[in-house]
């Protein structure tokens, strides 16, 4: 009933439809050489295309009328059925998973979809036997949402019919952003003046273009601790984006051999440090419940105090106490929490 509603409807429309999958998914549609890929798309008719990128997650989109689109999600929930009985031979799990693919819809869209008080995606769930789930929360900068399909292919391929219905029904509203996935970023240290990338709890030096940009970094006079020339982490000149990638895995310096970091002594007496922040930013620092200041505390090993609010002044005081490694790497992490505060801001 469904179909004859699709093409005898008027509904023959072209269409295009979103699928986000993981790099295994990906690497199963596009095959040996491309060669599933090609056949899905001769076979189905539809346009099939696969986001570029070094990519955790990929998009892949389907175009084509409504026939088109049905032929090529046959072809793929086949296929992950077919990966998931592979899969299977070689272990003792004895109930067999279900087919899973994850839409991506328009959030404007997804009001239709779940219908008053889930009326639709109930109908959606019973008339096809496939578990449907839409995303409480937007895909990260996008005003997309990820609507989750699982079951059998059969069922999966009759609840993208449903779906499809609903959208050619319920246009999105306004202007949709869509949602990209983020390239898989690899974090980097500088110690001694030399890059480092962390590969699980190994440090591995870094390609050249990342070291001269570290010399040129180092140029910038960055905060010296107290008895050492030369700084152990310099605060780098950097965007928000690039601090994000560049702190958050520094705890791996904490575990790595004292040689990745030539220059530093093995116990060089401890010292304090003192800084001034403004009253607007402390939360930034201190985190929900003093997380982030612990977690600064702990990466560091600088023990890390900050004064009490004074009234009449706008800035509070931190001293911070420990080897000159400690302290340049607590400040370190400040400053990268106050550069993505005011980023985020939009302030600079």
């Known amino acids: 009933e469904m179909e004859s509603k699709v093409s005898e409807g008027g509904l023959n ?12 998914e990906v690497g199963s549609i596009i095959g040996k050489k491309g060669e599933t890929v090609k056949k899905m798309r001769e076979e189905s008719g539809a346009r099939i295309n696969i986001s570029e990128g070094n990519c955790p997650e990929r998009i892949v989109t389907i175009t084509g009328p409504t026939d088109a689109i049905f032929k090529a999600f046959a072809m793929i929930a086949y296929k992950f059925e077919e990966d998931i009985t592979n899969s299977m031979s070689n272990s003792t799990a004895t109930s067999k998973p279900p087919v899973t693919l994850r839409l991506v819809v328009p959030a404007s869209q997804c009001g239709s979809l779940i219908g008053k008080g889930g009326s639709k995606i109930k109908e959606i769930r019973e008339s096809t036997g496939a578990q449907v789930q839409v995303a409480g929360d937007m895909l990260p900068n996008s005003t997309e949402r990820a609507v989750t399909i699982s079951g059998t292919p059969d069922a999966i391929i009759q609840c993208v019919k449903q779906i499809c219905v609903v959208m050619l029904e319920s246009p999105p509203k306004g202007a949709t952003i869509p949602y990209r996935p983020k390239p898989a970023s690899t974090p980097v240290i500088f110690a001694g003046g ?15 273009q990342l070291t001269k940009l570290h010399q040129l970094a180092m140029q910038q006079t960055p905060f010296t601790p107290l008895g050492q020339t030369t700084p152990a982490f310099p605060v780098l000149p950097l965007s928000g984006k690039q601090w994000s990638s560049i702190v958050l895995p520094l705890q791996a310096i904490i575990t790595m051999s004292p040689c990745i970091c030539p220059g530093l002594d093995a116990s060089p007496p401890a010292s304090t440090h003192e800084l001034t922040i403004p009253n607007d930013l402390i939360g930034c620092i201190i985190g929900r419940q003093g997380t982030k200041i612990n977690e600064i505390r702990q990466m560091s090993g600088a023990q890390i105090k900050i004064a009490n609010a004074t009234e009449g002044s706008s ?33 600079l």
């Open 13 to 24: 429309v072209t269409l295009t439809i979103r699928l986000l999958m993981h790099g295994k």
């Open 194 to 208: 030399q890059a480092y990338t962390i590969q699980g709890q190994y440090a591995i030096p870094h390609p050249d």
């Open 315 to 347: 800035e509070r005081q931190i001293t911070i106490t420990g080897t000159p490694a400690n302290i340049s790497l607590a400040q370190y992490l400040i400053n990268a929490r106050l550069t993505s505060e005011v980023t985020g801001m939009g302030a």
